[in-house]
């Protein structure tokens, strides 16, 4: 009984992964969801969460009455439930309502003194603000037309939080920019979603080059070319002097030799990593323009 719960747990809890994946990356792309969608998705969330809390709760008691300690207990309860993708997206929605705290407060995250914050907001920043728009829009109408009191309250809970989300993933962004360290690390995030560290000195040439990648916002090809991209572009390409591990949104891991970026000014990105090159090297080729 408790394997058929536990197993029960996991696939709960996977199609919650898949559905708030699919919620945050139409969201990243800037396609508008219905609100009617958000509405069923997150009742259904709230659903899972609810029967999945009953799951890790008996876990729990099980591990104590096993002899565990009560932080053990809860911690081997919650990996025996919860998938991993499922613990990162918690992780990811808790850090982006932390990213708005930052944002009112005008605090970025993580730029030590010295180093460079290079933006990337620009070409997503209209369209976030867009959606906010409609989506409060969508809930003054729905609270309008909507005559039973329970749902109405109900719906417009959930439209608020949609609402919230949204300012949260963009708010992420804007408080989690792209580092340059004074030494020539370089930093590449997209909001709480994505965080990939280059060491100093593994740069080996940075140009500005625009290029229009296909795809979402995080790919890598066969060659290991990661593309970080924002609004449908890049403006940065940086060739490494080897390989270097990232880790994508829900946990796969994988590796790169060339890392193309977008940054609002990138001209002032690549001049900071090559002011961070070690002395004696090879000066990088000369800017160019590209298309994919």
Do not use: N
Not at 64 to 93: I, K, M
């Amino acid at each position: 009984m408790r394997g058929t719960g536990t197993r029960v747990a996991r696939w709960g809890f996977g199609a919650l992964a898949v559905a708030e994946v699919t919620l945050l990356a139409c969201l990243a792309a800037g396609v508008r969801v219905p609100g009617a969608v958000l509405v069923v998705a997150e009742v259904l969330v709230a659903t899972v969460v609810g029967v999945e809390c009953v799951a890790v709760e008996r876990l729990r008691r099980a591990s104590r009455r096993a002899g565990a300690g009560r932080r053990e207990a809860l911690g081997t309860a919650l990996r025996t439930a919860v998938p991993e993708r499922v613990r990162r997206l918690v992780g990811h929605e808790a850090r982006a309502l932390h990213s708005l705290v930052l944002w009112v407060s005008r605090r970025r995250h993580a730029v030590p003194e010295g180093a460079l914050a290079v933006a990337y907001t620009g070409p997503q920043t209209a369209m976030m603000y867009g959606l906010v728009f409609v989506a409060v829009v969508e809930t003054a109408v729905l609270a309008l037309v909507i005559p039973w009191p329970v749902v109405h309250a109900a719906v417009l809970v959930l439209d608020v939080y949609g609402v919230v989300l949204v300012l949260a993933l963009h708010a992420s962004c804007v408080t989690r920019p792209h580092v340059v360290g004074a030494d020539g690390a370089l930093r590449l995030r997209y909001g709480v979603l994505f965080d990939l560290r280059v060491p100093a000195g593994a740069v080996e040439t940075a140009r500005v080059e625009r290029r229009f990648p296909d795809g979402g916002p995080v790919r890598v090809d066969a060659e290991g070319v990661l593309d970080l991209v924002v609004g449908g572009q890049t403006t940065v390409t940086v060739e490494l002097a080897g390989p270097v591990e990232f880790v994508r949104p829900l946990g796969k891991r994988g590796s790169a030799r060339t890392v193309r970026f977008h940054a609002d000014d990138p001209g002032a990105a690549v001049a900071a990593l090559r002011r961070g090159r070690a002395p004696g090297e090879a000066s990088p080729p000369p800017d160019r323009a590209g298309r994919a």
